[in-house]
């Protein structure tokens, strides 16, 4: 258990609508970074939070937003959804940005799939 | 463009065998080097991470980097079937925002 609840885990959607992602991250962590991981394929980061800010962000279109709350919790949203966002979205927390000796703890994940 | 290159596999060992997981990247400013593992229809589970040229032991994993190579790889001694997962390979980028990961490579270890 590395502390980290995702919300939900398992949902489907329709092309076109739109998802709301959720993350608690663990005690104490107050970055939060969130990544897209395809059938087959390693993660890929989509962006980070960082005390509520957008913190850095991966390749991803802007219809891939967020937000961080006050208490380090996270939301990921994606509109007009494409049948290739399918895919595994993993939380990840940790406390600042990555360095030596710092690392991040992944979530469950949540599994979306777009029909 | 960063990039995390590793063999898909499968790496198939005997239960008992030493598994080697190789792992190159692009990045000559990568700081840290991370190494997941993940079960099928699991979130990835960090084994070990590394920073400094050398061995890191941590019981029976033991992670190596080469930075002048731009090589890290990943021992697995004792092999076990519960190691039967695949293995990711993760480059800190972007100054410590990002993790870039390679695709992974899946060990099968047999009874």
């Known amino acids: 258990e590395t502390g980290v609840t995702q919300s939900p885990t398992h949902l489907i959607k329709t092309r076109g609508q739109q998802v709301t992602l959720r993350c608690s991250s663990q005690?104490?962590?107050?970055?939060v970074s969130w990544y897209q991981q395809a059938l087959g394929q390693g993660p890929q980061f989509i962006f980070q939070?960082?005390?509520?800010?957008?913190?850095g962000r991966g390749n991803f279109p802007p219809r891939f937003s967020g937000l961080q709350f006050p208490n380090y919790s996270s939301e990921l949203n994606v509109n007009a959804l494409e049948l290739d966002d399918s895919a595994l979205y993993l939380c990840?927390?940790?406390?600042?940005?990555?360095?030596?000796?710092?690392?991040?703890?992944f979530g469950e994940g949540s599994w979306l799939t777009v029909v | 463009q960063k990039e995390v290159e590793q063999n898909s596999g499968p790496l198939s060992v005997p239960e008992g065998a030493i598994a080697s997981l190789n792992c190159t990247y692009s990045?000559?400013?990568?700081?840290?080097f991370f190494w997941y593992r993940q079960y099928s229809g699991k979130s990835p589970e960090l084994i070990m991470f590394?920073?400094?040229?050398g061995d890191k032991e941590d019981g029976r994993f033991t992670a190596q980097l080469n930075k002048a190579s731009q090589y890290v790889s990943l021992l697995i001694r004792d092999s076990q079937p519960s190691d039967s997962a695949t293995y990711l390979c993760?480059?800190?980028?972007?100054?410590?925002?990002?993790?870039?990961f390679g695709k992974g490579t899946t060990l099968s270890v047999s009874s």
């Open positions: 993760a480059v800190n980028h972007q100054a410590g925002t990002a993790l870039i």
């Open positions: 005690s104490g962590h107050n970055t």
């Open positions: 990045d000559r400013g990568s700081q840290s």
């Open positions: 990840a927390s940790s406390y600042g940005s990555l360095g030596t000796g710092n690392t991040i703890y």
């Open positions: 590394i920073y400094s040229n």
């Open positions: 939070y960082y005390r509520e800010e957008e913190n």
